[in-house]
């Protein structure tokens, strides 16, 4: 569905992305992992189209959305759906407000046909009767489920979750990693992860590839990944602070 091919990135004279080259399949769940500061989130900014890269493409059902204009880009972002790290969800307004946010941005839909597609995400996520409560009143894990819930409230055909477990407990984290399989697999929307959670990845991908110093190093299944000899691939996957990465 995805193709990125030799993308690279640097900031004034840093290279960030030094040639990633990764294939993302429709349908399915694909967690990006690495170490944090790798750019991951600098990655899915290109594939959302907030950077642009240095050179490389990136296709989207073979066609390339790198040289797309501002505008088609803007077109193209509303078959994504996004989960920013801690949820980005507006302050001032109510859980019914964030979640239908992009209803009312891209569509002509009447205040209550927002609000029944508003109240039928928020079941999906497992959430019922919340619409007047504010984001100050939530816990982290219901703050990702609204997040979520407007994530998916247009129907997306690509969710991009920049790291939805980080600051949660391993509790909630796990909780939310289930909600995230059981939206993909009811849906079989195409999830794009990146994470830095190995408990998350083992749990929820179809695919996994290692973002390192710039390049993908190891890609394949949770099974493939944890027989890849890799060492860099293996300490990351360990958690130890022995081995080839080396750390200040
Ligand atoms: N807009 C930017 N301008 C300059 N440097 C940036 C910018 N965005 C990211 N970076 C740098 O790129 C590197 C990777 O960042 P990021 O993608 O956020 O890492 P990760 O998401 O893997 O933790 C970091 O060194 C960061 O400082
Ligand atoms: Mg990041």
Redesign the pocket.
Known sequence: MIEIIGLKKS??S?K?LDGVDLAIERGKITVII??????????I?HIIGL?RPDSGKILLDSKEITALREREFNELRKHFGMLFQGSALFDSMTVAENVGFPLKEHTGLHDDEVMKVVAEKLHRVGLVGIEGMMPADLSGGMKKRVGLARAIVMDPEIVIF??PTTGLDPIMADSVAELMLETQRALKTTYIV?T?DIQLTYKIADMVAM?HQGKIIAKGTVEDIKKNPNPVLKQFLEGSAEGPIKVY
């Open positions: 900031f004034n840093k960030v690495g170490r944090s500061g790798e750019g991951k989130s600098v990655l900014k950077l920049d790291e990146i830095h973002l």
